[in-house]
């Protein structure tokens, strides 16, 4: 029987006084439905805290503008700037705007309104998404992000050289990472410039400090104030047995080959194509191999996320697991029934209708943070500020927003502008560039974080795949993983959110590092609020334990 005693009660004057109060079912659904708005009522807003860029640069050269009109290079018109912000309302998060993102003041692409046919015209993605309320889980408002670096950090000066190094990188194999000339460099260039500013670079490291060609943009584990998150990402393959494991959506088999973007073809490395994207304005589309491969480079990870569903990687996952006959959470209730296998709860069902409804969820306050609060700038703005400070475009004035030092001085930008014909922007693995909506925390890395928590809440973290495999160099075919250490589903789940946020980021340059290790942590969050509000509609008994990105225990209970 269901267990609401933990929900704040109905007032008597709250009952409907056509439900009957011998409806014992008809009762507790309403309890239910109160008691858990009243107890995510009961949360409070919570303070928000966006970074200085904003009010610290008046150009806003340095806050997200795509897709409004630009007045000049790397400047945005302030007048449609002025009356965006007042759609979306202060970056507080405490005050609504207008929520009128048809004001005709808000001019896109340097086109009037009228003009809504103009080919390659592209409309910012959603802004009115960030007032969207829940049904189930917390609102919005009662989660917060830490401030993004900010433009003339040296932690943003590094993030900025890591995806230099990864454009460089997005064709080459993770397994050949070890004996190609350009990861070794990548790994040395990003320890030296790790040990000279004092350990600013935030991806994960050796015990001594060394950035090595394995852990090359790899999510962890790393240290988050005194707790080590993401625990297992350093084990095995770059890639997530959950992404290259054969397996099957009923009788259809899915052998996890994917299409990939022709290798090579980059965009945004000529003043005029990103001008022009900054705009909204996109001339070009991308074009696939005709042949189907795995997963094993950067391109083919930022392809499968420029394509997929939001949610796609981790219903697959969940078939894999089931696939290979992983084991439950074992403090899951059937643990203990010898009468009951789980169909409507905590069966297949309830997982595939669980991942959908808290990425969903995970979405909402993504939007909201990236829109009301951070308005981060993407990568290709930050590097399109490298390309105007060291070429000064004739007729424009320069964007106040600085560039450091660091990153002019940097070996990731003098290859990259070797290869781009003295360009100085950050190529793209798509036509478009970044999406257009602001760049923190990272729509995939929410979703990511909140999809891995509700798998860990149905299968065991701990159980350990049997026979591993990882691409061959080509991709076409799959290999033996012969590495001494085992795989747990955790480590791989860990790793999938990484390879899927990273691959729509630091692989296809449309996402800072830090969007994504802060959004996973955000979506586990989302996660862990939707999972309790979810279980108080169980007639099961429910006391699941999971371990969090941080290894820590949590239990989620309706007892």
Same mark, same amino acid.
């Given at each position: 029987?269901?267990?609401?005693?933990?929900?704040?009660?109905?007032?008597?004057?709250?009952?409907?006084?056509?439900?009957?109060?011998?409806?014992?079912?008809?009762?507790?659904?309403?309890?239910?439905?109160?008691?858990?708005?009243?107890?995510?009522?009961?949360?409070?807003?919570?303070?928000?805290?966006?970074?200085?860029?904003?009010?610290?640069?008046?150009?806003?050269?340095?806050?997200?503008?795509?897709?409004?009109?630009?007045?000049?290079?790397?400047?945005?018109?302030?007048?449609?700037?002025?009356?965006?912000?007042?759609?979306?309302?202060?970056?507080?998060?405490?005050?609504?705007?207008?929520?009128?993102?048809?004001?005709?003041?808000?001019?896109?692409?340097?086109?009037?309104?009228?003009?809504?046919?103009?080919?390659?015209?592209?409309?910012?993605?959603?802004?009115?998404?960030?007032?969207?309320?829940?049904?189930?889980?917390?609102?919005?408002?009662?989660?917060?992000?830490?401030?993004?670096?900010?433009?003339?950090?040296?932690?943003?000066?590094?993030?900025?050289?890591?995806?230099?190094?990864?454009?460089?990188?997005?064709?080459?194999?993770?397994?050949?990472?070890?004996?190609?000339?350009?990861?070794?460099?990548?790994?040395?260039?990003?320890?030296?410039?790790?040990?000279?500013?004092?350990?600013?670079?935030?991806?994960?490291?050796?015990?001594?400090?060394?950035?090595?060609?394995?852990?090359?943009?790899?999510?962890?584990?790393?240290?988050?104030?005194?707790?080590?998150?993401?625990?297992?990402?350093?084990?095995?393959?770059?890639?997530?047995?959950?992404?290259?494991?054969?397996?099957?959506?009923?009788?259809?088999?899915?052998?996890?080959?994917?299409?990939?973007?022709?290798?090579?073809?980059?965009?945004?490395?000529?003043?005029?194509?990103?001008?022009?994207?900054?705009?909204?304005?996109?001339?070009?589309?991308?074009?696939?191999?005709?042949?189907?491969?795995?997963?094993?480079?950067?391109?083919?990870?930022?392809?499968?996320?420029?394509?997929?569903?939001?949610?796609?990687?981790?219903?697959?996952?969940?078939?894999?697991?089931?696939?290979?006959?992983?084991?439950?959470?074992?403090?899951?209730?059937?643990?203990?029934?010898?009468?009951?296998? /789980?169909? &409507?709860?905590?069966?297949? %069902?309830?997982?595939? +209708?669980?991942? #959908?409804? @808290? !990425?969903? *969820?995970?979405?909402? =306050?993504?939007?909201?943070?990236?829109?009301?609060?951070?308005?981060?700038?993407?990568?290709?703005?930050?590097?399109?500020?490298?390309?105007?400070?060291?070429?000064?475009?004739?007729?424009?004035?320069?964007?106040?927003?600085?560039?450091?030092?660091?990153?002019?001085?940097?070996?990731?930008?003098?290859?990259?502008?070797?290869?781009?014909?003295?360009?100085?922007?950050?190529?793209?693995?798509? /036509?478009? &560039?970044?999406?257009?909506? %602001?760049?923190?925390? +990272?729509?995939? #890395?929410? @979703? !990511?974080? *909140?999809?891995?928590? =509700?798998?860990?809440?149905?299968?065991?973290?701990?159980?350990?795949?049997?026979?591993?495999?990882?691409?061959?160099?080509?991709?076409?075919?799959?290999?033996?993983?012969?590495?001494?250490?085992?795989?747990?589903?955790?480590?791989?789940?860990?790793?999938?959110?990484?390879?899927?946020?990273?691959?729509?980021?630091?692989?296809?340059?449309?996402?800072?590092?830090?969007?994504?290790?802060?959004?996973?942590?955000?979506?586990?969050?989302?996660?862990?609020?939707?999972?309790?509000?979810?279980?108080?509609?169980?007639?099961?008994?429910?006391?699941?334990?999971?371990?969090?990105?941080?290894?820590?225990?949590?239990?989620?209970?309706?007892?």
């Amino acid at each position: 029987m269901w267990n609401l005693s933990k929900l704040p009660p109905v007032p008597a004057p709250c009952l409907p006084p056509a439900l009957d109060k011998n409806d014992v079912r008809g009762n507790a659904g309403f309890t239910l439905r109160y008691g858990g708005a009243a107890a995510q009522a009961q949360r409070p807003r919570v303070p928000q805290t966006p970074n200085r860029d904003e009010a610290k640069y008046a150009d806003k050269s340095a806050t997200y503008s795509k897709g409004l009109k630009q007045k000049s290079y790397g400047i945005v018109d302030l007048d449609v700037f002025k009356a965006f912000r007042g759609a979306l309302g202060p970056s507080d998060g405490m005050t609504l705007g207008s929520m009128d993102f048809e004001d005709a003041n808000i001019v896109l692409g340097g086109y009037s309104q009228q003009h809504k046919a103009v080919p390659f015209y592209t409309r910012l993605d959603g802004p009115a998404g960030a007032f969207a309320l829940p049904l189930i889980g917390a609102d919005a408002q009662t989660f917060a992000a830490p401030a993004a670096f900010e433009i003339d950090s040296l932690d943003y000066a590094l993030e900025l050289i890591e995806l230099y190094w990864a454009s460089l990188l997005r064709d080459v194999p993770f397994s050949e990472y070890r004996i190609n000339a350009t990861a070794n460099a990548a790994a040395d260039g990003l320890t030296k410039l790790r040990t000279k500013l004092n350990g600013h670079y935030s991806g994960p490291v050796e015990a001594s400090g060394t950035v090595t060609t394995h852990l090359l943009f790899r999510g962890g584990p790393r240290q988050i104030g005194n707790k080590i998150y993401f625990e297992g990402e350093d084990i095995g393959p770059y890639v997530s047995q959950l992404c290259v494991q054969p397996t099957q959506f009923g009788a259809q088999p899915i052998d996890q080959k994917t299409l990939i973007y022709v290798a090579g073809l980059d965009y945004l490395v000529d003043l005029q194509s990103w001008f022009d994207v900054q705009n909204g304005k996109v001339s070009a589309v991308n074009i696939a191999e005709s042949s189907r491969r795995y997963m094993r480079n950067g391109r083919a990870l930022a392809t499968y996320t420029h394509l997929a569903e939001v949610a796609q990687a981790y219903f697959v996952a969940c078939l894999v697991l089931r696939s290979l006959g992983m084991r439950a959470n074992p403090t899951n209730p059937y643990a203990a029934y010898k009468n009951q296998k /789980p169909v &409507g709860t905590f069966g297949a %069902p309830d997982i595939a +209708a669980t991942l #959908g409804a @808290v !990425a969903k *969820a995970a979405l909402k =306050v993504a939007w909201y943070q990236k829109w009301i609060v951070h308005l981060r700038p993407r990568p290709e703005a930050g590097a399109g500020l490298v390309h105007l400070v060291l070429t000064k475009p004739a007729g424009s004035p320069l964007p106040q927003a600085p560039v450091n030092e660091v990153v002019l001085d940097s070996a990731a930008l003098y290859f990259s502008s070797f290869v781009h014909e003295k360009n100085h922007f950050l190529s793209q693995a798509y /036509p478009e &560039g970044s999406p257009t909506h %602001p760049s923190y925390p +990272a729509g995939h #890395g929410t @979703v !990511a974080g *909140a999809c891995i928590t =509700v798998l860990k809440f149905f299968f065991d973290g701990d159980d350990i795949f049997p026979h591993p495999v990882m691409p061959s160099v080509d991709g076409l075919a799959l290999e033996p993983y012969t590495g001494p250490e085992n795989l747990t589903i955790n480590g791989e789940l860990h790793k999938l959110a990484h390879n899927m946020s990273f691959g729509h980021g630091i692989h296809a340059g449309i996402n800072w590092r830090s969007d994504t290790d802060q959004s996973i942590i955000l979506g586990e969050q989302v996660a862990l609020r939707f999972l309790q509000d979810q279980v108080f509609s169980y007639g099961e008994k429910v006391k699941v334990t999971i371990t969090l990105l941080n290894g820590d225990k949590f239990t989620i209970t309706n007892q």
